[in-house]
């Protein structure tokens, strides 16, 4: 059935090296002729000096005890790399947030969960009637294909989605809008067929079958809650400060696929619990 569709510039050189050195010529070519070495100082004998020598064996002293300080500061920079790796697995197994730089960085496993849009009253499109709900995905007996979305920021949250994976199934553009239960993800992307046929609901005449521009994935039913969580409920808790206060439902409204962290997902499914209860 169809689905809800989303509504060094360089600087120059200066020049002072060229100008000093031309004023080391100019002065040269002033002084006064050498004049000629008195005999005694012809008859001094000639001291040989061993500074030279000398710098060149603290030169070599200097490399030769540098090498163990650099050596040193590459093994402590490795450790330093390994524990913070270290650190930031642990913090993706916990589903935790890893910061870098007083930065939030979002770990790769905070696209674990979804949550997904269909419309459970009647609505037609293209002369066909696009009402799908929670309770049509359960009696479904083989995996439902989520078709007709024409967004390109929901297609690829679709996209990302893997085998396995689980999703809220949220009841949209309906007098109670809210969240109603999860399914899971039983097949990755593939292209959705439906935007190739004239009368489809979702028909995209600019998406060529050759290189189609939408896709699809398979899911299936896997609970319904006893009592919904409702949109307004869901903004309260989204409040600043709130669990829900950085979900991607309710920062970009429109978007009828969308991400869901594992914190929120927990979150969502005791609040779920206790309202059975």
Same mark, same amino acid.
């Given at each position: ?12 050189? *200066? ?37 030279? *020598?000398?710098?060149?064996? *603290? ?37 935790? *947030? ?44 083989? +995996? ?64 060529? +079958? ?32 709130? +669990? ?34």
């Amino acid at each position: 059935m169809p689905k809800r569709k989303s509504p060094p510039a360089g600087e120059e050189s *200066t020049g002072e090296p060229a100008r000093r050195r031309s004023s080391r010529l100019q002065k040269s070519a002033n002084a006064s002729p050498p004049t000629a070495p008195s005999k005694a100082a012809q008859n001094k004998p000639k001291v040989s000096s061993t500074k030279p *020598t000398a710098a060149k064996d *603290t030169e070599k002293e200097q490399l030769s005890s540098a090498e163990p300080k650099t050596l040193d500061r590459k093994a402590q920079s490795q450790k330093r790399q390994a524990t913070a790796e270290k650190r930031s697995t642990a913090s993706k197994a916990n589903g935790e *947030t890893a910061v870098t730089s007083g930065k939030a960085v979002v770990p790769e496993e905070e696209s674990n969960y979804w949550l997904l849009k269909a419309e459970p009253e009647s609505r037609f499109e293209n002369g066909v009637d696009v009402k799908f709900s929670i309770d049509d995905l359960k009696a479904k007996t083989e +995996p439902e294909p989520w078709d007709g979305i024409r967004s390109y920021a929901a297609r690829n949250n679709l996209r990302a989605m893997k085998k396995g994976q689980l999703a809220f199934f949220y009841h949209s553009n309906c007098k109670e809008p809210g969240i109603y239960g999860t399914m899971e993800i039983v097949q990755e992307h593939s292209p959705d067929l439906s935007a190739h046929d004239p009368k489809a609901p979702y028909y995209d005449s600019k998406s060529d +079958p050759s290189d189609p521009k939408w896709s699809v994935v398979h899911v299936k039913f896997r609970s319904k809650f006893a009592v919904p969580i409702l949109l307004k409920e869901l903004r309260e808790m989204g409040a600043p400060g709130k +669990p829900l206060e950085h979900m991607q439902l309710l920062k970009q409204s429109r978007l009828s696929v969308t991400k869901v962290s594992p914190a929120e997902w927990k979150y969502l499914l005791e609040v779920a619990e206790q309202k059975a209860s």
